[in-house]
C-alpha cells in the first residue's frame, strides 16, 4: 500500500520528467539556438544567389558557413545551421523582400569531424577543446533522453512488480540525465565562445541566445524537480516500512 504523498509525489514527478523530455526534444530537433542578426543586405541577387547555393551545396567547412551565417541572420542548432535569404520578391527589386529560411543539416559524420585552431585551415593544428566541446553538446542531449527513456522503463517494471524500491534508480537516472542537459548548454556554449574568438563576426552583426537554448536550459530544474521528488518518494517510503516492520515484529 502506497502513502498518499508519495503517490502524489510520484505522479508530479512522471509530469516534470514528461515535460522536460518534451522541452528538450524539441531544442534538439530546432535551430534556435545561436542567432546572428545582420544589417540589411547590400548584396546583389547574383552574389546572395552564389552564397546561398555555397552554403547549401557547397563544401562541409567551419569557417565558410560562419561566415555566410554572420551576413545572412544565421541561427546555429546542435544539429542545424540555417540562413535568411531574399525570396522570390527580391528579383523584382522590391524595397521590402519577404526573407526564407534555408536550413542545412550536419550529418553524423559531420558532427565528428575535427576543429581546427585556424578554421578554413585544415592543415593547422586540429583543437582538441572546441572538438570534444562539439561532440559533447550534441552527444549530451542524446544520452539525457535515453536515460529519461530507461529510468520510465524502470518504473513500469516497478508498477507491473508492486515494488517501491525501483523508485530510487528512476531518481538516480532522472539526476543524471539532468546533468546531461546541463552540460549540453554550456558545452555549446563555450563553443560558440571560442568559436567567435577564432572567427569575429564582421561589424555591426549581434549574435544572442535562442528560444531552442532556453528550452534545453528548461529542462534541466524540471529533471533535477523530478529527480528529488523521486529519491525523496523512495527513502521516505523506505523508513516508513522499516518503521512498520519493526512495530509488527515488536
Known sequence: MVDNR??????????????????????????????????????????????????INGDFDEKSYSETMFKLN??????????????????????DPKLETQCVGFTLQQQFFPKYKQPGNHNSEEDLLRTYLWRCQFLLPLVSLALVFLSGLVGVCACLCRSFTPTLGVGVLHLLAGLCSLGSVCCFLAGVDLLRQFINP?????????????????????????????????????????????????
Not at 535569404?85 to 528579383?91: L, R
Not at 552583426?205 to 531552442?212: A, E, K, Q, R
Not at 523521486?230 to 509488527?248: D, E
Request: aromatic share 14%; net charge positive; charged share 15%.
Open 6 to 55: 508519495y503517490a502524489t509525489a510520484l505522479v508530479i514527478g512522471s509530469v516534470l520528467s514528461l515535460l522536460a523530455t518534451v522541452y528538450l526534444s524539441v531544442a534538439v530537433g530546432t535551430q534556435h539556438w545561436y542567432q546572428f542578426n545582420s544589417p540589411p543586405i547590400k548584396h546583389e541577387v547574383s552574389n546572395v544567389s552564389d552564397v546561398k547555393d555555397d552554403f
Open 202 to 250: 564582421p561589424e555591426g552583426v549581434d549574435g544572442s541566445l535562442g528560444w531552442s537554448l532556453y528550452l534545453a536550459l528548461i529542462s534541466f530544474p524540471l529533471q533535477m524537480m523530478a529527480a528529488a521528488l523521486f529519491l525523496w518518494a523512495a527513502r521516505s517510503h523506505r523508513k516508513n516500512y522499516t518503521r512498520m516492520t519493526a512495530y509488527r515484529v515488536a
Open 74 to 95: 544565421g541561427t546555429l542548432g546542435l544539429w542545424w545551421r540555417c540562413i535568411q535569404v531574399p525570396g522570390p520578391s527580391h528579383w523584382f527589386k522590391e524595397p
